[in-house]
């Protein structure tokens, strides 16, 4: 409820059920695992209800670049799972690049302090990275850390 985003149990119902669909013959899909970059200190340095404002905020600014047809679900405390059908590695790569854009971008202001949140990625496709949903988000996930360490 806090982002108005799917959650995980409904995310994880809709990837198999698009994986099944794939098997036969529907269109390509991507998954992306998206991780807010140093977020318990956010919490830690500005209190939860600041934390709270930048997930909601995350939310909107990734709502801004989904198409209709994305499924975005909150799948953990500062973690995000966006469905792109249709999307073979090159379009969900360029997605990725958009939302990692739209998500820095705001600025969260609480009283004198200014909060900034960035991301790390992960981008999975099927059939290249997996073939059922569990590989897909494994493959999502391992690249999603390679991400994140490949920018620290």
Do not use: W
């Not at 198999?16 to 390509?28: K, L, N, R």
């Not at 899909?29 to 905020?57: C, E, M, Q, R, S």
């Amino acid at each position: 409820p806090l982002t108005d985003l799917f959650n995980r149990r409904y995310f994880d119902m809709v990837i198999e059920q698009v994986a099944i669909d794939a098997h036969q013959g529907s269109q390509p899909f991507a998954v992306l695992l998206i991780d807010l970059d140093l977020f318990k200190p956010i919490n830690d340095t500005y209190g939860h209800a600041a934390g709270d404002a930048v997930l909601i905020g995350v939310a909107k600014a990734m709502l801004g670049v989904l198409r209709d047809t994305d499924v975005a679900a909150r799948i953990g405390g500062d973690e995000f799972a966006v469905l792109a059908l249709g999307s073979d590695f090159d379009s969900a790569s360029h997605l990725a690049e958009r939302l990692r854009t739209a998500i820095g971008t705001p600025e969260f202001r609480f009283g004198k302090d200014v909060i900034q949140a960035s991301c790390s990625i992960g981008v999975a496709c099927f059939p290249d990275s997996g073939e059922l949903a569990a590989d897909l988000m494994r493959a999502a996930d391992a690249a999603m850390y390679a991400d994140k360490a490949s920018r620290r």
